[in-house]
């Protein structure tokens, strides 16, 4: 009876890890970086640590030519780490800034490198893949796929680059396009890329679907592109690429030995086309922008293309099926917006649109999302499934009920506000909120860590509602020289449960225990800063046990009173949790 007992509490306690939204808080969260610093994508490592990875644009040149002030938030003094102002156009600084924080908000580490990042990714070792581009000639590795720019990117190089863990680069490659617009790994961390070219020679494998570019003239007496998609291996180096018609590369998603992709058409003037994007079974055959096409993606050769409304910028899997995250006015194929959906009448404007596809791109579910004005996804915004749910960041215009029975910010705060929801993956609206202050903000990317737990990026010009006390940049840079001129900040948040137990979170190394099983008394090893706390919580969630330190580096508690069991030992510094560990006490 006592072990069922005992069964029951800890169900109850781990039931309880997937708290409602309105006990949530806002962990923490930092400003990071000097004027015009946008965090555009994000990800956590194997240590737990959350990655940012954005650039600097937009500002007057003045500011941009300040080295010092930039540098003054890079924590390397290697010339390569470090920001250039050679690298400086007028308005951009064409140089990508990543800055990684440990679960409890403090900074580990920011660099600066030599090119615009538009998508990143890390893999299983740490490893980050860049898809970007560069002003500058000369940065490709040796022996890279394209050693030297393509002349048709004018000046405008688009790039492929692998980072080692300490954000060096491993290799680098120019690709023929100004820029990348996706891309995917597959279990093997081999790369494929969607984009643009203008390129119309040397850039296609033999027996690739579309080998010869198609040319046509614009009625400015140009030439249309040609969608491109290519695959590279880890090394970077080609295994097969192929031209997609007159369309532009928008998404590309691999699951089980298949590419799925988003191109969007250039022109629907040239009927002429209409024909080539559909396959005999294709889910719609009538001409729009939007195409959905499959590929092998050993031998490039397509396997499944149709038409479809809306525009898909962004496209993930759960291993058998497909989620489409996109943006436009009102659908009108049958079957994308579900009767009993979270939204299934259209806003107004532009709104966002989620939708669940099985493998022959037959729709099981899609909603709306937006009210009566603008809703958009930024190139870097995101969708990610952990844990069996959809989390999703846009952006929004619209003062509009999310409907959501615990949001963290229950109101559109003005200008533009990103816009966070967790759906299941049957399209369960499980949880929304605004997320802004007094002034806009921008691009953003979401991570889920855990059920109770993730972060935001983005990038603001608000100095209200955005940092928490103590955070490592608690307030927005403005240049000393120019303090009334404001082309944001980037910042990061962590959202977490209020006491911020969730077992996913106990992976900090800020202190080590010992001994683990502890009988009489543990021992801690770390550094402690002014007035910090150390709490003993059982599984109930009840604190058993609470001691204040005033610094140093080691500390005994006495554990003689404390009942047989699993414990979960917290640390606190400065009012910021700093470290958690479970601790078994016999």
């Not at 086309?273 to 294709?282: L, S």
């Not at 980037?490 to 969730?502: C, I, T, W």
Request: net charge negative.
């Amino acid at each position: 009876m006592k072990k069922l007992a005992s069964l029951i509490l800890v169900f109850v306690w781990i039931s309880s890890i997937a708290q409602p939204f309105n006990e949530y808080t806002k962990n923490w969260a930092t400003y990071f970086g000097g004027q015009g610093t946008r965090f555009t994508n994000s990800f956590v490592d194997s240590n737990g640590d959350i990655i940012a990875v954005g650039e600097i644009t937009g500002g007057i040149n003045q500011v941009l030519s300040d080295e010092d002030y930039y540098n003054s938030f890079c924590t390397s003094t290697l010339p390569e780490f470090m920001y250039n102002t050679s690298l400086v156009t007028p308005s951009y600084a064409n140089q990508t800034i990543i800055a990684k924080f440990s679960p409890s908000g403090n900074l580990i580490k920011s660099v600066y490198l030599p090119f615009y990042t538009m998508v990143a990714k890390i893999d299983s070792n740490d490893n980050i893949y860049i898809g970007g581009s560069t002003h500058t000639n000369n940065l490709a590795t040796p022996n890279a796929w394209n050693e030297t720019p393509f002349p048709e990117t004018v000046n405008n190089y688009g790039i492929m680059a692998k980072l080692n863990d300490d954000f060096s680069i491993n290799w680098l490659t120019y690709v023929p396009s100004f820029s990348i617009s996706e891309f995917c790994l597959d279990e093997n961390d081999n790369i494929y890329g969607i984009t643009t070219t203008e390129t119309m020679n040397g850039i296609t494998t033999t027996n690739a679907f579309q080998e010869n570019f198609i040319y046509e003239i614009t009625d400015n007496n140009e030439y249309f592109e040609n969608g491109y998609l290519f695959k590279l291996n880890n090394q970077g180096q080609l295994q097969w690429a192929t031209y997609y018609g007159l369309t532009r590369g928008i998404a590309v998603d691999y699951m089980n030995g298949e590419l799925i992709t988003s191109f969007n058409r250039s022109s629907l003037i040239l009927t002429q086309y209409d024909a080539d994007f559909y396959t005999p079974n294709a889910y719609s055959q009538n001409p729009s922008s939007q195409i959905i096409t499959k590929f092998n993606a050993t031998t490039g050769e397509r396997t499944y293309s149709t038409y479809l409304d809306s525009g898909i910028f962004r496209i993930i899997n759960d291993g058998e099926n497909y989620y489409f995250y996109g943006a436009g006015s009102e659908i009108t194929l049958n079957g994308l917006i579900s009767p009993n959906a979270y939204q299934p009448n259209f806003g107004g404007m532009l709104d966002l649109y989620l939708g669940k596809f099985d493998q022959n791109i037959n729709p099981i579910w899609g909603t709306y999302i937006g009210g009566t004005d603008v809703e958009l996804i930024f190139e870097h915004q995101n969708i990610i499934i952990k844990d069996n749910a959809l989390y999703m960041i846009g952006l929004t215009t619209s003062n509009f009920d999310i409907n959501s029975p615990f949001p963290y910010q229950n109101n559109y705060a003005g200008d533009n506000d990103l816009l966070m929801m967790k759906f299941s993956l049957n399209g369960d609206f499980i949880w929304g909120s605004f997320l802004g202050g007094d002034n806009q903000e921008f691009y953003g990317s979401i991570v889920p860590v855990s059920d109770d737990t993730f972060y935001i990026v983005g990038n603001t010009y608000s100095q209200t509602n955005i940092s928490t006390a103590d955070s490592y940049q608690e307030n927005i840079s403005f240049h000393p020289s120019y303090p009334n001129i404001n082309f944001g900040n980037g910042f990061v948040a962590k959202f977490a449960p209020e006491n911020d137990l969730s077992v996913d979170d106990f992976n900090e190394n800020s202190f080590s225990i010992f001994p683990n099983p502890a009988k009489d008394k543990v021992t801690i090893i770390g550094n402690f800063h002014q007035n910090s706390t150390i709490e003993l919580y059982n599984v109930l969630g009840q604190r058993v046990l609470e001691e204040k330190v005033n610094f140093g580096s080691e500390k005994t508690l006495n554990l003689s009173n404390i009942q047989s069991g699993t414990y979960f030992l917290s640390i606190t510094n400065n009012n910021k949790n700093s470290s958690k560990h479970k601790l078994i006490v016999k």
